[in-house]
């Protein structure tokens, strides 16, 4: 049975530092809640929780990509690892990009659902083959480059493997959904 409680609380100021209880609160007040978990207690590691801030940030938002694309990643990646805590709060920031309900049901059921665009297709059969076998065969490589420059490929595996990895350190970390 898999334990149910965080591993490690959430961190308060003596835990994060000034610099992170700040960066705690600002960034919880965005996702709309007074304790996002996953920043309260990654931010206990410090310098690195920063480093981490800023390369997550230059992907998403900050990245490349239509921050459509980048939710379909992410949501798609939070259900294959079913990881509530990232899909809950990608299921927020998916409808303001355009993440429909309708969407997010087809999104699911996977690239192999009616109704996705070629480039949806290709862009989740690639999500897909990533957090199954860390790799991509090269018919999933030519469908996708078809639809993609060289640096949106390159983001595309950063961002899918960025998430893959968050939701392994949610759910090894035991962390919380938030309130």
Same mark, same amino acid.
């Given at each position: #049975?898999?334990?149910?409680? &965080?591993?490690?609380?959430?961190?308060?100021?003596?835990?994060?530092? &000034?610099?992170?209880?700040?960066?705690?609160?600002?960034?919880?007040?965005?996702?709309?809640?007074?304790?996002?978990?996953?920043?309260?207690?990654?931010?206990?590691?410090?310098?690195?929780?920063?480093?981490?801030? $800023?390369?997550?940030?230059?992907? #998403? &938002?900050?990245?490349? /990509?239509? !921050?459509?694309?980048?939710? *379909?990643?992410? *949501?798609?990646?939070? $259900?294959?690892?079913?990881?509530?805590?990232?899909?809950?709060?990608?299921?927020? *920031?998916?409808? !303001?990009?355009?993440?429909?309900?309708?969407? /997010?049901?087809?999104?699911?059921?996977?690239?192999?659902? &009616?109704?996705?665009?070629?480039?949806?297709?290709?862009?989740?059969?690639?999500?897909?083959? @990533?957090?199954?076998?860390?790799? /991509?065969?090269?018919?999933?490589?030519?469908?996708?480059?078809?639809?993609?420059?060289?640096?949106?490929?390159?983001?595309?595996?950063? @961002?899918?493997?960025?998430?893959?990895?968050?939701?392994?350190?949610?759910?090894?970390?035991?962390?919380?959904?938030?309130?």
């Amino acid at each position: #049975m898999v334990s149910t409680q &965080p591993r490690i609380a959430p961190g308060r100021l003596r835990e994060l530092g &000034p610099v992170n209880w700040v960066v705690w609160q600002v960034l919880s007040r965005a996702a709309g809640t007074d304790d996002a978990h996953l920043f309260s207690t990654l931010g206990r590691t410090k310098g690195l929780f920063r480093g981490w801030l $800023h390369f997550s940030g230059k992907l #998403m &938002p900050g990245g490349s /990509l239509r !921050r459509y694309e980048s939710e *379909l990643v992410i *949501l798609r990646v939070a $259900h294959l690892r079913a990881c509530d805590y990232e899909m809950d709060h990608h299921i927020r *920031l998916g409808k !303001r990009a355009g993440v429909t309900q309708e969407i /997010l049901e087809r999104l699911k059921a996977g690239p192999d659902a &009616p109704g996705w665009s070629d480039k949806e297709r290709a862009l989740l059969t690639a999500v897909d083959q @990533l957090v199954a076998t860390r790799d /991509l065969d090269d018919t999933a490589w030519q469908t996708l480059s078809a639809h993609y420059d060289e640096r949106h490929l390159i983001e595309i595996v950063l @961002l899918t493997n960025q998430y893959e990895g968050l939701a392994s350190t949610i759910t090894a970390l035991r962390i919380q959904t938030d309130h």
